[in-house]
Protein backbone atom coordinates (compact mmCIF):
# COMPACT_ATOMS: atom_id res chain seq x y z
CA UNK A 1 0.00 0.00 0.00
CA UNK A 2 1.30 3.54 -0.76
CA UNK A 3 1.97 6.16 1.54
CA UNK A 4 0.80 9.74 1.60
CA UNK A 5 3.89 12.10 1.17
CA UNK A 6 5.34 13.90 3.61
CA UNK A 7 7.94 16.31 5.20
CA UNK A 8 9.19 17.29 8.32
CA UNK A 9 8.61 20.75 9.10
CA UNK A 10 12.44 21.28 9.72
CA UNK A 11 13.22 20.37 6.52
CA UNK A 12 10.60 22.73 4.45
CA UNK A 13 13.96 24.44 2.98
CA UNK A 14 15.88 21.07 2.40
CA UNK A 15 17.15 20.88 -1.32
CA UNK A 16 15.52 18.03 -2.51
CA UNK A 17 12.26 17.59 -0.56
CA UNK A 18 11.75 20.59 0.64
CA UNK A 19 8.53 22.34 -0.35
CA UNK A 20 9.20 25.96 0.98
CA UNK A 21 12.71 26.22 -1.14
CA UNK A 22 12.24 28.17 -4.07
CA UNK A 23 15.13 26.74 -6.03
CA UNK A 24 14.63 23.24 -4.60
CA UNK A 25 13.39 19.87 -6.44
CA UNK A 26 10.21 19.62 -4.16
CA UNK A 27 10.04 16.02 -4.58
CA UNK A 28 7.13 13.90 -2.46
CA UNK A 29 8.38 10.77 -1.46
CA UNK A 30 6.09 8.14 -0.57
CA UNK A 31 6.30 4.41 0.87
CA UNK A 32 5.09 1.41 -1.39
CA UNK A 33 5.23 -1.54 0.64
CA UNK A 34 8.73 -1.46 1.79
CA UNK A 35 9.79 0.56 -0.57
CA UNK A 36 10.33 4.57 -0.53
CA UNK A 37 9.51 5.95 -3.91
CA UNK A 38 9.59 9.38 -5.89
CA UNK A 39 9.79 10.93 -9.74
CA UNK A 40 11.63 13.78 -10.85
CA UNK A 41 11.70 15.19 -13.77
CA UNK A 42 14.85 17.71 -14.59
CA UNK A 43 14.35 20.52 -16.04
CA UNK A 44 17.08 23.45 -17.39
CA UNK A 45 18.21 24.38 -14.29
CA UNK A 46 19.71 20.98 -13.68
CA UNK A 47 21.66 20.86 -16.97
CA UNK A 48 25.45 20.13 -16.63
CA UNK A 49 26.45 19.82 -20.60
CA UNK A 50 25.32 18.84 -23.70
CA UNK A 51 21.65 18.92 -22.21
CA UNK A 52 22.73 16.52 -19.77
CA UNK A 53 21.34 16.43 -16.12
CA UNK A 54 24.23 16.98 -13.49
CA UNK A 55 25.91 13.96 -11.61
CA UNK A 56 25.38 15.88 -8.51
CA UNK A 57 21.15 16.28 -9.24
CA UNK A 58 21.49 12.55 -10.10
CA UNK A 59 23.88 11.60 -6.61
CA UNK A 60 20.93 14.27 -4.52
CA UNK A 61 17.68 12.53 -5.83
CA UNK A 62 19.18 9.09 -5.02
CA UNK A 63 20.70 10.65 -1.75
CA UNK A 64 17.10 11.45 -0.67
CA UNK A 65 15.04 8.46 -1.63
CA UNK A 66 16.85 6.41 0.76
CA UNK A 67 17.46 8.69 3.37
CA UNK A 68 13.63 9.82 2.86
CA UNK A 69 13.04 5.60 3.34
CA UNK A 70 14.15 6.20 7.12
CA UNK A 71 11.88 9.42 7.76
CA UNK A 72 8.64 7.62 6.46
CA UNK A 73 9.45 4.98 9.31
CA UNK A 74 9.69 7.78 11.88
CA UNK A 75 13.13 8.23 12.09
CA UNK A 76 15.50 10.80 11.32
CA UNK A 77 19.77 10.03 9.62
CA UNK A 78 22.53 11.41 8.33
CA UNK A 79 24.43 10.27 5.03
CA UNK A 80 27.75 8.58 6.22
CA UNK A 81 28.48 7.28 3.11
CA UNK A 82 27.43 6.93 -0.14
CA UNK A 83 28.78 5.81 -3.38
CA UNK A 84 27.19 6.54 -6.70
CA UNK A 85 27.48 4.50 -10.26
CA UNK A 86 26.28 6.04 -13.45
CA UNK A 87 25.17 3.73 -16.22
CA UNK A 88 23.73 5.75 -18.62
CA UNK A 89 23.14 10.08 -19.39
CA UNK A 90 20.47 11.51 -18.31
CA UNK A 91 18.59 13.76 -20.68
CA UNK A 92 17.09 17.22 -20.04
CA UNK A 93 13.28 16.43 -19.65
CA UNK A 94 13.97 12.84 -18.86
CA UNK A 95 11.27 11.64 -16.09
CA UNK A 96 13.33 9.58 -13.73
CA UNK A 97 11.88 7.03 -11.08
CA UNK A 98 13.66 6.47 -7.98
CA UNK A 99 13.39 3.79 -5.23
CA UNK A 100 15.23 3.31 -2.06
CA UNK A 101 15.20 0.08 -0.50
CA UNK A 102 17.01 -0.98 2.75
CA UNK A 103 19.37 -3.62 2.22
CA UNK A 104 20.68 -3.95 6.19
CA UNK A 105 20.72 -2.57 9.27
CA UNK A 106 22.74 -2.78 12.24
CA UNK A 107 22.88 -0.41 15.47
CA UNK A 108 22.63 2.92 14.59
CA UNK A 109 23.47 2.41 10.53
CA UNK A 110 21.06 1.29 8.34
CA UNK A 111 22.65 0.44 4.34
CA UNK A 112 20.00 1.43 1.55
CA UNK A 113 20.27 0.67 -2.03
CA UNK A 114 18.74 4.08 -4.68
CA UNK A 115 17.62 3.04 -7.92
CA UNK A 116 17.05 5.93 -10.91
CA UNK A 117 15.12 4.18 -13.02
CA UNK A 118 14.45 6.25 -16.81
CA UNK A 119 10.59 5.68 -16.84
CA UNK A 120 10.39 5.86 -20.87
CA UNK A 121 12.29 2.77 -21.21
CA UNK A 122 13.19 1.59 -17.64
CA UNK A 123 16.47 1.64 -18.00
CA UNK A 124 18.91 2.13 -15.19
CA UNK A 125 20.45 5.24 -15.23
CA UNK A 126 22.57 5.44 -11.96
CA UNK A 127 22.80 3.33 -8.48
CA UNK A 128 23.45 3.88 -5.19
CA UNK A 129 24.63 2.01 -2.18
CA UNK A 130 24.56 4.55 1.02
CA UNK A 131 25.26 4.18 4.97
CA UNK A 132 22.75 6.24 7.58
CA UNK A 133 23.68 7.29 10.64
CA UNK A 134 20.58 7.29 12.61
CA UNK A 135 20.37 9.98 15.32
Known sequence: MMSEPR??????????????????LRLPFRMDGE?????????????????????????????????????????????????VRYREPVQLGDTLLLEGRLLRRKGRLAVFAGTARRAGDGVVVAEAEGTFMVV
Open 35 to 83: VCRAEFTPGPFHCGYDDLVHGGIVYSVLDDVMANWLFLHGERAHTARCE
Open 7 to 24: TRPDANQCFVCGPDNPLG
